[in-house]
């Protein structure tokens, strides 16, 4: 059975912190991971990833994937109250064309 | 600004009575999602289309149903909602399923609360 597990499943840190999501996925007929970040509304894209050791880079967030090991981190460095939300991490599923989601990293940053 | 538009935003119904949210898009997208999110779970895919062709979800069930008229809209149609249909209804669109092409966009959401 397919599936994608995120850890932790919640964090507290402090503003200018370094935090690292964690996603391992074991999803057939993979065809690429991508992490979503939502506040209370609906998520919002942040990156895909395709290839192995390929860091993806915006701003302070940066993500990279290991395809041989089945797992994807997300990195969040001098971290902000704005960056305070549920990080969603998903694994596209070829054939069946869906999205396999985790149940998502709830992430809280504190003045 | 390209987008994926939902109305309403917030939909109150009675128990039973039939309720159907809309989505619609300006990305002309070819493929179109709806998810059902229910309170600190991950969203749950229903159903999609791939231009007209309909794709259900096994476990979705046959109370929901989807039209998907032209290239732009798709519509959610609850026929008879229970309580535990109360939960945010999102919305999503991808240019395709491969190459790059499958990144979902998504809307902001109806929040459906049952009566």
């Known amino acids: 059975e397919d599936k994608v597990v995120q850890s932790p499943l919640s964090l507290v840190v402090h503003e200018g912190d370094t935090v690292t999501l964690n996603c391992s996925y074991e999803?057939?007929?993979?065809?690429?991971l991508l992490w979503y970040k939502q506040e209370k509304k609906a998520p919002t894209f942040l990156f895909m990833l395709t290839s192995s050791g390929i860091e993806k880079k915006s701003g302070r967030l940066s993500s990279i994937l290991d395809k041989k090991e089945l797992f994807s981190i997300l990195n969040i460095t001098a971290t902000q109250t704005g960056d305070s939300a549920v990080y969603l991490c998903a694994v596209f599923r070829g054939g069946y064309n869906k999205l396999i989601f985790g149940a998502g990293t709830r992430l809280a940053v504190h003045p | 600004d390209a987008m994926v538009i939902q109305n309403p935003r917030y939909q109150v119904t009675q128990f039973g009575k039939p309720v159907t949210l809309s989505c619609s898009q300006t990305l002309n997208h070819n493929v179109m999602y709806w998810y059902q999110q229910k309170s600190s779970q991950a969203p749950k895919l229903l159903f999609h289309y791939y231009d007209k062709d309909f794709n259900n979800e096994a476990d979705t069930p046959d109370n929901f149903q989807s039209r998907r008229p032209n290239t732009s809209f798709c519509f959610l149609d609850i026929r008879s909602p229970g309580l535990g249909d109360a939960a945010m209804y999102l919305c999503?669109?991808?240019?395709?399923?491969?190459?790059?092409?499958?990144?979902?966009?998504f809307g902001p959401g109806t929040r459906l609360l049952v009566l």
């Open positions: 999803v057939t007929n993979f065809r690429s």
């Open positions: 999503a669109t991808s240019r395709g399923v491969s190459g790059g092409e499958e990144t979902q966009y």
